[in-house]
C-alpha cells in the first residue's frame, strides 16, 4: 500500500508540470498584448516596445517557457499582476480559504443529502419516494448551474427579499451560494448511489440474509450500504473536483471573492500572470482530490487490497525460492 501511495504521488509531478506547460501555451497563443494591458491605450509605441522588452515578451517561445517554470517551481514565485501589480501567490492565497469553504460545506450537503436520497430510493423502488428523488436527479443533472444560481437569486432576494443576493457577510450570505453549488454534486449522488444499492440488493448474499430472517434494516444498512459505498467513492472525488471548477461561476453570480472571482475577472482583464497562477492552482487541488480518492478507494475495496496482498505473497514466495 505504502509503494502505492507513493507511486501515485510521484505520477502527480508529470501531471502538474504538463498543466503548467499547457497554460503557458494557451496564454502565450492567446491574441492581445500584455504591454497594452498594463499601460493603456494612451502610451507611445516605443512605451509598448520598451515594456515589452523589459518584460520578455520579444524573445522566443521556449526561453519565456523555461523562465516561467524556473520561476514557479524554483523561486515558488507566480508572478504579478499586470494590473495591479500585487503578488499573484497573495492574492491566490487570500481568496482560497473562502473557496474551499465555498467548496467543501457544499460537498457537506451533497452527501448528506443525495447518499441518504439514493438509498431511500433504492429501498423504495417503483414507489413515489422512488420517483420523486429520481426527478430531483434528473432536473439536477441537466440543469445548467448558473441559470439555477440566477433563478435563486430572483426568486429568494428579489422576489421574496429573504436572502442577500451578494457578497459576504453571515451565514445568511451563505445560503444560496451553497445551495447552488451543491445541487449538481446531490443529483450525481443519488444517481449513482441508487444504482450500486440496486446491484447490491439483487446479491445472493443479501437474499440469504433476508432469508435467514434479519431485520430489513440491518440488512440495507450493515450488509448492503458499506458495498454499495465503494463505486460512490469515486463519484465523490469527482463531485469535489467538480465544486472547484464549478465555483467560478458560483463565487461570479453571488461575487464572492474567491480564487474562481479573481479569475474570472483576470480573464476579462487579459491578466495572464494571475489566469495562469489560478489554472495551476486549482490543478494542484484537483490532482492532490483525485490521488486522496484513489488511496481511500485501495483502502476501502476488498478487490483492489487482495491485489496487494498477492503481489505481497508472490514476491515473499520468490524471495523463499
Given at each position: ?38 499601460l493603456g491605450s494612451g502610451a507611445e509605441p516605443w512605451e509598448y516596445e520598451e515594456l ?166 440491518s440488512v440495507i444498512y450493515k450488509h448492503a450500504f458499506p458495498n454499495a459505498l465503494i ?91
Open positions: 500500500m505504502g509503494k502505492y501511495i507513493v507511486r501515485r504521488l510521484l505520477l502527480l509531478i508529470p501531471v502538474i508540470i504538463g498543466v503548467t506547460i499547457i497554460i503557458f501555451t494557451l496564454m502565450y497563443l492567446v491574441p492581445g498584448d500584455p504591454a497594452h494591458s498594463i515589452r522588452e523589459k518584460m520578455g515578451l520579444n524573445d522566443p517561445y521556449i526561453m519565456q517557457l523555461v523562465r516561467y517554470i524556473k520561476q514557479v517551481y524554483i523561486d515558488f514565485n507566480l508572478g504579478n499582476s499586470y494590473l495591479t501589480g500585487v503578488s499573484v501567490s497573495g492574492e491566490l492565497f487570500y481568496r482560497l480559504p473562502k473557496t474551499l469553504t465555498l467548496s467543501f460545506i457544499g460537498m457537506f450537503v451533497s452527501i448528506s443529502v443525495g447518499i441518504p436520497m439514493g438509498v431511500s430510493s433504492a429501498v423504495h423502488r417503483g414507489t413515489w419516494r422512488d420517483y420523486v428523488p429520481l426527478t430531483i436527479a434528473l432536473f439536477g443533472v441537466s440543469m445548467p448551474g448558473f441559470w439555477f444560481a440566477l433563478m435563486l437569486v430572483l426568486l429568494f432576494s428579489v422576489k421574496l427579499g429573504w436572502l442577500p443576493p451578494y457578497g459576504l457577510g453571515g451565514i445568511e450570505y451563505w445560503i444560496l451560494p451553497i445551495i447552488s453549488s451543491s445541487l449538481h454534486g446531490i443529483s450525481n449522488l443519488a444517481r449513482q448511489t441508487r444504482s450500486s444499492m440496486l446491484e447490491v440488493l439483487g446479491s445472493d448474499y443479501i437474499v440469504m440474509a433476508r432469508a435467514k430472517g434479519m431485520p430489513e434494516r463505486p460512490v467513492i469515486n463519484i465523490l472525488g469527482g463531485t469535489l473536483a467538480f465544486s472547484f471548477g464549478g465555483g467560478m461561476l458560483t463565487e461570479t453570480i453571488f461575487s464572492i471573492p474567491g480564487v474562481g472571482y479573481y479569475m474570472v475577472k483576470s480573464v476579462n482583464q487579459r491578466d495572464y500572470p494571475a489566469v495562469q497562477g489560478g489554472v495551476l492552482l486549482l490543478s494542484v487541488v484537483f490532482s492532490f482530490v483525485m490521488v486522496l480518492t484513489d488511496i481511500v478507494m485501495a483502502m476501502v475495496d476488498p478487490r483492489i487490497k487482495a491485489q496487494f496482498a498477492s503481489r505481497t505473497a508472490k514476491k515473499v514466495k520468490e524471495a523463499k525460492s
